[in-house]
């Protein structure tokens, strides 16, 4: 049920005709909706730029729910929803239709939240449009998206004009993956479980794998993703915050000023990547035609309208090395790609092989234990480790086996909420925890900056890759080097 504690609010979506709002957030809000989860006199407010009454915006977002929840729609579940539902048209670029916010707004008896679902070139204009027109108090929040610049420049001139208007406490950046249950699961598994709180070190870890596998293109966004390439859009913020959650030290409580620091100084610690290591450290591919799920699918530089001279790159592996006590000595590899065989998200934690083996009838070698750790499309947690077969006949076999907790089978009484549904409804309720705070945005874009000069300066050129493949060759020789391999 609903609680009763949390201040009612009056949600705005600038954008809100946008493909992220359409294909998210109205979405994720239907769905708090039908949980019951949203306060009884929150408001959902759509701002955009295009002549659309209250009750066009309506249908459009009743078209967006046909279109992605299929059967899923409630005829009195959206009666309720479509009831907090209003418009506003209003030129993001012009300070004074800002004013119209005030025939809406309730500040004494609602909170404030303003969603950019926009590109960030429009944020200096709402934020000064916000400020200008009177409508900000100290309860207001702001909720921002990916991506926050496209360097450590950018991103600091972006929050720069943010906290002008904003105080840092009242800014929620937002990245989907930390509203995972997988992602959120890792604070237990790690600091509720004394088997993993003991055993999760150098002394008993010999590396972790992070994989963030995309089966799709760039659908359709090219410009876009031209400029900005998957080292930016996916690592900078998704594989980094994953790191930062499995690498931290145990925070002093579940607050976000203690879990921000805790993780804002994994990112102090993450080993440089300069012209002289980068060949070694890490590798840059771009996907050529191929097949992916059975279908024929073309090269990046098909792609339509793309540039055939394009130097992008679409998947990234790299080593990465925490200098502190807890990890020394222990690398960490990621790589995420586009067309990739299948869509998949997860953390490999492989354990140390033991120093001597009594079952070498069994094995030759012991395999070590592994830890898996599934993100998508299936969350869960998978235990590899070995044990003796049945049987009477005087031998040990061992075999190995898996300890398998699939979030969907354990808890089937229990809806599973996607990332945005939680992340929104976090911002509802004022709980900072899960978002990022700007000098982790800033420690994260330090790291990359680096390598991207590095790239620039060595002229390193993308490998070609074929589409449903996991990468380039060369991805694979970037653990051959130190006698491992990708868990596949």
């Not at 009831?83 to 404030?112: C, F, G, N, W």
């Not at 679902?117 to 916000?130: D, N, R, T, Y």
């Not at 995309?214 to 915050?241: A, S, V």
Request: proline share 4%; aromatic share 10%; net charge negative.
């Amino acid at each position: 049920m609903s609680n009763n504690t949390y201040k009612p609010c009056d949600f705005v979506i600038y954008g809100a005709l946008g493909d992220l709002s359409k294909r998210k957030l109205l979405i994720s809000l239907y769905r708090l909706e039908k949980h019951n989860l949203i306060e009884a006199d929150t408001r959902i407010i759509g701002v955009d730029r295009l002549a659309e009454t209250s009750q066009g915006f309506i249908d459009i977002a009743y078209k967006s729910l046909q279109s992605f929840l299929n059967n899923e729609i409630d005829d009195k579940i959206w009666a309720q929803f479509s009831q907090r539902l209003s418009y506003l048209k209003i030129d993001l670029t012009q300070a004074a239709e800002y004013q119209q916010l005030h025939s809406v707004l309730e500040p004494e008896s609602r909170v404030m939240v303003n969603y950019l679902a926009v590109a960030p070139f429009l944020f200096k204009s709402i934020c000064q449009g916000l400020h200008s027109s009177g409508v900000i108090n100290s309860e207001t929040r702001l909720v921002m998206e990916k991506p926050i610049g496209h360097d450590l420049k950018s991103s600091k001139e972006i929050n720069d004009v943010v906290t002008e208007v904003f105080k840092e406490e009242q800014v929620y950046r937002i990245d989907h993956y930390l509203g995972k249950e997988t992602v959120l699961n890792l604070l237990a598994l790690r600091f509720a479980n004394s088997i993993f709180t003991t055993n999760w070190n150098h002394n008993t870890i010999d590396h972790i794998q992070i994989t963030v596998g995309e089966d799709i293109g760039i659908e359709g966004r090219w410009e876009y993703f031209d400029k900005t390439g998957q080292l930016r859009d996916m690592l900078q913020n998704h594989l980094l915050q994953i790191l930062t959650f499995v690498a931290m030290e145990p925070p002093a409580d579940l607050s976000a000023e203690s879990i921000h620091s805790e993780k804002i100084k994994v990112l102090k610690a993450l080993r440089p990547i300069t012209a002289r290591n980068v060949e070694e450290k890490t590798v840059r591919g771009q996907y050529t035609s191929g097949y992916v799920n059975g279908k024929e699918v073309p090269g990046y530089l098909e792609e339509v309208g793309a540039n055939v001279s394009s130097t992008t790159e679409t998947f990234v592996a790299i080593r990465v090395d925490i200098d502190n006590w807890r990890w020394a000595g222990v690398p960490f590899y990621m790589r995420t790609g586009k067309r990739t065989p299948n869509k998949r998200t997860e953390i490999v934690v492989n354990f140390k092989q033991l120093p001597h083996n009594i079952f070498k009838d069994s094995f030759r070698n012991l395999p070590a234990n592994k830890l898996v750790i599934h993100l998508q499309p299936n969350e869960g947690v998978e235990v590899m480790m070995l044990n003796k077969v049945p049987g009477i006949d005087g031998n040990i076999k061992l075999q190995n086996t898996k300890l398998d907790l699939s979030f969907s089978e354990t808890f089937k009484n229990n809806r599973i909420f996607g990332g945005y549904e939680k992340l929104i409804l976090e911002a509802l309720r004022g709980n900072p925890t899960l978002f990022l705070s700007r000098e982790e945005i800033e420690q994260a874009w330090i790291w990359v900056d680096s390598i991207l000069s590095a790239w620039a300066n060595n002229h390193t050129a993308p490998k070609p890759y074929p589409a449903g493949s996991w990468g380039p060759l060369a991805s694979v020789a970037l653990l051959a080097r130190d006698g491992r391999g990708w868990e596949e």
